[in-house]
């Protein structure tokens, strides 16, 4: 239904638009984040590292021309393009001065082959004048906006320091459609206390909101963040392969169609990962899913709508 797949996925969809593949250029920009600066908290998220969420992401000691540059290089080894999306992927990439935000996001741009760019941020790190510059490079280039929702649950909120009420994730999804921004909202499986029937109404809550693309993320413990010291000392389930496949089929039923897919699953840093270890295992995840779709004979958007 899309391409060889049964669900709508960002390769697709960039294929669709740009003719070819593209691939992404995990950038870190120099940022902080208001749940690390003292603004909200320090600590950050509960799942988050020193580095943020960006372990893969290249190094802040580079500007970002030769972070480009850099991730150019080191991707050309497994893939053959010359298109690429720079992806401001570290931290709180609006969380800055808008001065500053500007040089950033169109020295990218200016770099050979960058046809559009990614921007990693949080629902309460969009003021009116950020707003007004991302307005200004939608209208330029292929632009999209990352939200790390996680959970509509307040409890599970509280919990993990997200630092903000689902309210503010509202508000921010209106204001980006207002000026045809597009959206991508993050979701976790497996948090603390959430059941399946808790996850699945996140899911369908993002499902009816306007958001253009959603990122699926298993709950991976990585060593030295909060999370794991918690884990420790108060042990949790967590999700292993046989359950974590057919909840993320039973999610991709729940979405519209033309919702775009970024991510099944999550990347943790092999020499980090406390667990589940099983999730190194990406391939045979993503052929796992793939089967599983096939199995029900079903596909993405099969239920959307639907009530039960």
Not at 163 to 192: D, M, N, Q
Request: hydrophobic fraction near 35%; include cysteine; aromatic fraction near 12%.
């Amino acid at each position: 239904m899309w391409g060889d797949k049964r669900y709508h996925t960002l390769n697709y969809e960039l294929r669709k638009i740009f003719g070819q593949k593209v691939i992404k250029l995990s950038l870190d920009g120099g940022f902080t984040c208001p749940n690390r600066d003292g603004t909200i908290g320090r600590r950050g998220c509960i799942f988050c590292g020193e580095e943020g969420s960006g372990e893969f992401a290249g190094s802040r000691a580079l500007d970002i021309n030769e972070q480009i540059k850099e991730q150019k290089e080191f991707m050309s080894n497994k893939w053959d393009t010359d298109k690429y999306i720079a992806y401001f992927q570290n931290f709180t990439n609006t969380y800055s001065f808008c001065e500053d935000l500007k040089e950033k996001y169109y020295s990218a741009l200016s770099e050979e082959g960058i046809v559009g760019l990614a921007i990693a941020t949080r629902p309460d790190c969009l003021s009116e004048e950020v707003l007004h510059l991302l307005d200004e490079i939608n209208k330029k280039t292929y632009l999209w906006i990352e939200l790390g929702l996680q959970t509509i649950h307040e409890r599970t909120a509280k919990f993990i320091r997200r630092g903000y009420p689902l309210k503010v994730y509202s508000e921010a999804i209106k204001e980006l459609g207002k000026r045809g921004i597009k959206v991508v909202t993050h979701l976790i499986f497996g948090l603390p206390t959430e059941s399946r029937r808790d996850i699945l109404d996140s899911i369908k809550y993002v499902a009816d909101t306007n958001t253009w693309g959603v990122k699926f993320h298993l709950l991976y413990i990585q060593k030295g963040t909060d999370l794991y010291n918690y884990y420790i000392k108060n042990p949790f389930h967590l999700l292993n392969r046989d359950e974590y496949i057919p909840l993320v089929v039973d999610g991709l039923e729940l979405l519209p169609k033309n919702m775009v897919i970024h991510r099944v699953t999550g990347d943790g840093k092999r020499d980090l990962l406390y667990g589940p270890r099983w999730s190194l295992d990406k391939l045979k995840v993503l052929s796992g899913i793939d089967r599983e779709l096939k199995t029900r004979n079903s596909y993405q958007g099969k239920k959307y709508g639907l009530t039960f």
